[in-house]
Nanobody, 114 residues
Framework: QVQLVESGGGLVQPGGSLGLSCAAS????????MGWYRQAPGKQRELVAA???????TYADSVKGRFTISRDNRKKTVYLQMNSLKPEDTAVYYC????????WGQGTQVTVSS
C-alpha cells in the first residue's frame, strides 16, 4: 500500500526554522524524483522544492536560498529544512513525487506568526 506521511510542522516566529520529514512506503523510493508542495488557504497547491533520484535539487523562487530539500533513499524519507521563515510560508506542506503520481498524505501544517 502506497503511503506518504509528513511530519515536523508547527508554529514558528518569523525568521525561525523548521525541519519537515516525509516517510514513504509501498514504492521503490529511490527511482522517483520527490518534491515538497504547499497549499495556503484559498490558494492552489504549489511545488516549492524537488530532488531527483540522483540528488539534483530545484526550488521555487520564493524559497530559494532559504529552503533545502534532501533525501535518504535507505530510509525512504525526504526532508525539507526551512530557514528564515516568513508569514507567507504559512501553509499545509505535502510531499509527493515530482511530477505527482501518488495519493496525497495528510500534510503537515506550518504556521509562521509572531
Amino acid at each position: 500500500q502506497v503511503q506518504l506521511v509528513e511530519s515536523g510542522g508547527g508554529l514558528v516566529q518569523p525568521g525561525g526554522s523548521l525541519g519537515l520529514s516525509c516517510a514513504a512506503s509501498g514504492i521503490i523510493f529511490s527511482i522517483y524524483a520527490m518534491g515538497w508542495y504547499r497549499q495556503a488557504p484559498g490558494k492552489q497547491r504549489e511545488l516549492v522544492a524537488a530532488c531527483t533520484s540522483g540528488g539534483r535539487t530545484t526550488y521555487a523562487d520564493s524559497v530559494k536560498g532559504r529552503f533545502t530539500i534532501s533525501r535518504d533513499n535507505r530510509k525512504k524519507t525526504v526532508y525539507l529544512q526551512m530557514n528564515s521563515l516568513k508569514p507567507e510560508d504559512t501553509a499545509v506542506y505535502y510531499c509527493n513525487t515530482s511530477p505527482t503520481e501518488l495519493p496525497w498524505g495528510q500534510g503537515t501544517q506550518v504556521t509562521v506568526s509572531s
